[in-house]
């Protein structure tokens, strides 16, 4: 690991957040629930009984600097690898090295950076020396560990979930940088406290993002005498827009098309609203939501308003017609109406119930009186016989079984008293009573 002096010319022309970057736990801000005073993890570091283990969490966090800090306190071999250049060869050459040094008494933590991309057999390699305590790992990842380490090498890490630094954790940082000697600490910068918040609030709990934001600030502010200064016309091309983290493809798009379906399905139009300019803030394809809705429609409002299918249907059109950015209010068109609407997931439940029973029971045959009857040799096998037309009666019902004998009386939907399903509920008591009758 290269050490560079306070003086060394590489080190002034670094970024900001790489000079800043906390040496100690005491210079470390945020994660206080894993990294305060008797908490689990600081005491791991501060006994140096440091475990396999990994960071999960969004990126400027701090999990590579915390990695660091326990390598500068720990009585192991530190060894930074990353899975964005190494593949399975460094790998085993990096784990023989290790074994050596395990026969020699002396331990090797191996830091991965960014370990979700490495494959299942990258990972698998480093199950065997895992296991006997050869290294022990500390992993880095801004991805779900569930979803993108293998289950093997994750059952033997504890993984700590690192949180977005909050707002008051942000200016504070923010405060530190314009006193520290790496920062700006021997320059006077001229800059307000609500340009500071504005900052930490733009950064969305990103650290590298909320200190990139300052230097750029700082570097285009006013320069007098006196000091350089800030000005708030600066600040607003600085933060004119904020990239919020948003991956189409990883556990974040999840997240958020499950808070805009539960936001209706709990009748909430503001929040779902909200979730919804989220994504399409992010960049998501807006025919994705518009057949998330039309799912919705059927879903959680069903027989309860029909009108909500057309609706949602209608706005998928719309999204083709328009595309973005006009297709956000045809979106919320039809967040808003899905929200809004009465309740029932009758249709949902019938169709869970009747699919379980296709699943579990024998594929039973049609019944013959249902059956169609097209040839002569049908109709001589009894295909349609018992068949009643429901049209040649008066109440235009029959009480003709339709189900086959096994399911017979089986009920599957079971409609609500939300909305206009209630009387499809009067309606559809009344055809069992007649038919019991």
Excluded at 98 to 115: C, N, Q, W
Excluded at 206 to 213: E, G, K, P, S, V
Excluded at 243 to 266: C, F, P, T, V
Excluded at 353 to 365: E, G, I, L, S
């Amino acid at each position: 690991m290269e050490q560079m002096s306070l003086f060394d010319d590489r080190q002034r022309s670094a970024p900001l957040a790489s000079r800043l970057r906390p040496q100690s736990l005491e210079e470390f801000v945020g994660q206080k629930h894993l990294l305060g005073e008797g908490m689990v993890l600081r005491r791991l570091i501060e006994r140096d009984e440091i475990s396999s283990m990994i960071f999960w969490g969004p990126p400027g966090v701090g999990k590579t600097t915390l990695a660091r800090i326990i390598a500068g306190r720990t009585r192991a071999d530190f060894i930074d690898f990353s899975a964005v250049t190494s593949g399975i060869k460094e790998i085993k050459e990096v784990m023989v090295k290790a074994e050596s040094s395990r026969k020699l008494g002396i331990r090797t933590l191996l830091f991965v950076d960014e370990i979700h991309r490495f494959n299942k057999a990258q990972q698998d390699a480093f199950l065997p020396y895992v296991e006997k305590g050869s290294i022990i790992l500390v992993g880095a990842t801004t991805e779900n560990p569930s979803f993108e380490i293998n289950a093997a090498l994750l059952s033997r890490c504890k993984v700590f979930v690192l949180q977005a630094l909050e707002e008051d954790d942000m200016v504070e940082l923010l405060e530190n940088a314009l006193k520290h000697p790496q920062g700006y600490g021997s320059q006077k910068i001229g800059i307000t406290a609500q340009q500071l918040t504005a900052i930490a609030r733009f950064a969305n709990g990103d650290a590298r993002t909320a200190l990139n934001t300052l230097e750029m600030a700082v570097l285009n502010g006013v320069i007098s005498a006196e000091q350089i200064t800030v000005t708030d016309a600066v600040m607003e091309q600085c933060i004119n827009r904020r990239s919020l983290l948003y991956d189409k493809n990883g556990e974040e798009h999840y997240n958020l098309i499950s808070a805009l379906h539960k936001s209706m399905r709990n009748s909430d139009p503001d929040a779902a609203v909200y979730w919804l300019c989220r994504m399409l803030d992010g960049g998501e394809d807006p025919l994705y939501i518009a057949r998330r809705l039309v799912r919705f429609a059927s879903e959680d409002v069903g027989m309860a308003d029909s009108q909500a299918l057309q609706v949602a249907v209608a706005a998928y059109q719309a999204c083709h017609f328009n595309g973005m950015p006009e297709c956000d209010v045809n979106l919320t068109h039809a967040v808003v109406y899905l929200s809004m609407a009465p309740k029932s997931n009758a249709l949902y439940m019938a169709c869970e119930m009747c699919k379980k029973d296709v699943r579990t029971m024998p594929a039973q045959p049609v019944p013959l009186q249902i059956r169609n009857a097209p040839t002569k040799l049908m109709k001589d096998l009894h295909y349609g016989d018992g068949y009643e037309y429901a049209h040649d009666t008066e109440e235009k019902l029959t009480k003709m079984h339709c189900l086959p004998d096994s399911l017979a009386g089986r009920k599957y939907y079971r409609p609500t008293v939300q909305g206009a399903e209630a009387a499809v509920k009067e309606h559809l008591e009344a055809i069992e009573a007649w038919k019991r009758s």
